[in-house]
Structure formats: C-alpha cells, structure tokens
C-alpha cells in the first residue's frame, strides 16, 4: 500500500496539479486527496502547499521525494530480478544509438531481436555519440551503441563490429577516375564533416590525420544523410562509414576513392552502465548483438 501511496505522491510532486495527477493514474481527485493525506498522517508532515489549483512540496515533501523515487526504482528493479528468476526474457529495454548505428544497424538488430523474444518491449533513441555516453552514464537507457571512442570508470566498453570508412566523390569530380589517391591528392579537397561529438567526425578526422591531410576547406552538416547529397551535388568530398551509401554506389550517385597503401576502420560499440541493475532482457540484447551469427549477417549486408 505505501509504494503506490509513494507513486501518487510522486506524480502529483511532477504534475503539480491533483486532477492531472488523477489522470495519469486513472483514479479520483478524491482518491489522490486521500493518499496524500494518509502519507502527511504517516510522517506526520505537511507535504504539499496547495494554492490557485497548483501545488508545491514543502521541505519535507522535497526530501521524501527524493527518497520516493530511490524507492519505486528500487522496487522496478525488485520486479525485473524477480522475473528474471523465472527465466522469463520479458520486460523493456531502452536502447541508444550513435547516427550512423542508429540509421543504418540497429533497425536490422531490433527486428531480428523482437521475433526471438516477442515479448520484449524496446525503445530506440538515437544521437551522436556524445548524446549516447551522457545518456547511458545517467542511466535513461540500458544499452549504448557508438561509434566514437568512449571511456569512464562506469561504463563497460565492448566492440561488436568492425566498420569500414569510405573516401567518397561524387562521379564528376576529378578524383573519380582515379585507382588510388594519396594525402597529397586530398590537400585542395573541401571535406564534408559531420558535428562535434559524432562518432563519423572523429573517425574522419583520424583518417586525415593518418594521411597527414589539412583540408583546404571543410563544412560541417548534422546528419549522415546531408553529407551524401551534399557529395552528390559536388560541394566536397568526405569519410562515411560503407553500410550508410550501399544505395548511392548501387545506383552510380556517388563514388568511392581508394587509398593508397592505408585502409581506415573503426569499432562500433557497446556501451554498459556498470552501477545499473540489467535485465536478463537486457542481458540477452547484448549477448544476441556480438553473437559470431549477428556480425555475419550485418557484415554480409555491408
């Protein structure tokens, strides 16, 4: 009875209105008026100043919401390792993912995930790298997966797959018709870049340092997707990862150059938050994404 006493109190700490609150829990205002007043008799504490329809905590509601939320965590997590008990891979994982895994992998992994355990619920954000690290250390989402390089005491790191970085031009631009180009070839090239805190900007620009390139010019645009018709319509040249232009070299919209003497890669990524409970749910997720089976198929659709 106390933790969903401590559910009401929390939602009508968030919502600041009773009736609002009442609405998301589907019961009465009266309801929720009783609950609350059965909290405030039990701490023998005022938690709430009611005022022009709106509420707000007082200290002691402050510091009993702290604590409120700590406990129905705590609970959730109780629910979750109990079920796992019974071996039951079930439940809701949040999954986070860099641009170019997000666009370009993870639909692939989460379709094939959700037919062997249907009863799994996922959700799926994605952002640049950056976003991604923040997001798991916080612990909003229980699985990262990035490109760019990450590192924290709290966080477990493990490669699932190896990318390949692909120079590319479009078709009418001079480097086209070459077998090979060198970093002196690239000198007077305008590169397309992506963002700081993308995982595809990092990865270009330790290309460029390995071919001892400074570009002539660069321009920077958010997405993946920009920089390939920003390419096609002949404005530079840019590093993208092989799986995101399968479509533009099947179709002759754009070109890949080939290095000489350097090939450039890079891992993808899990990323763990080690101080957060995980799911068998979540567990399997993780096991399924570096199985030798995943990481062939996801290499022969590269």
Not at 36 to 49: C, G, M, N, P, S
Not at 63 to 70: C, F, G
Not at 127 to 152: C, K, R, Y
Not at 262 to 291: G, L, M, P, Q, V
């Amino acid at each position: 009875m106390l933790d969903h006493q401590l559910r009401v109190f929390v939602t009508v700490a968030e919502k600041k209105n009773f009736s609002r609150a009442a609405e998301v829990l589907n019961l009465t205002q009266p309801a929720i008026s009783q609950h609350i007043h059965a909290l405030e008799e039990h701490y023998r504490a005022r938690l709430f100043d009611r005022s022009n329809k709106k509420v707000e905590l007082t200290q002691a509601g402050a510091i009993l919401y702290s604590y409120a939320k700590k406990i129905l965590n705590l609970h959730q997590e109780a629910e979750r390792a109990v079920t796992d008990l019974v071996e039951l891979v079930t439940g809701k994982i949040a999954v986070g993912a860099s641009m170019t895994i997000g666009e370009y992998v993870l639909p692939r992994l989460l379709g094939a995930f959700a037919q062997k355990y249907p009863d799994v619920e996922l959700a799926m954000t994605t952002g640049n790298t950056a976003m991604v690290f923040e997001q798991t250390l916080e612990g909003s989402i229980d699985i990262g997966l990035v490109e760019g390089p990450v590192e924290h005491a709290h966080l477990q790191v493990e490669p699932f797959l190896i990318d390949e970085m692909v120079l590319i031009v479009s078709p009418g631009h001079p480097l086209a018709g070459k077998s090979q180009v060198t970093g002196e070839d690239l000198e007077p090239c305008t590169f397309i870049l992506r963002e700081e805190g993308s995982g595809t900007r990092v990865a270009a620009e330790n290309a460029l340092r390995q071919l001892e390139v400074t570009p002539a010019r660069t321009i920077v645009m958010g997405s993946t997707q920009a920089i390939k018709q920003a390419v096609e319509a002949g404005l530079g040249i840019s590093f993208l990862s092989r799986l995101t232009i399968r479509k533009e070299l099947a179709l002759g919209t754009i070109k890949p150059v080939r290095l000489k003497d350097i090939n450039i890669t890079r891992e993808f990524k899990i990323i763990r938050n080690r101080t957060k409970f995980h799911s068998r749910a979540c567990d399997e997720f993780a096991r399924f994404i570096t199985a030798e089976e995943t990481i062939a198929t996801l290499q022969a659709r590269a």
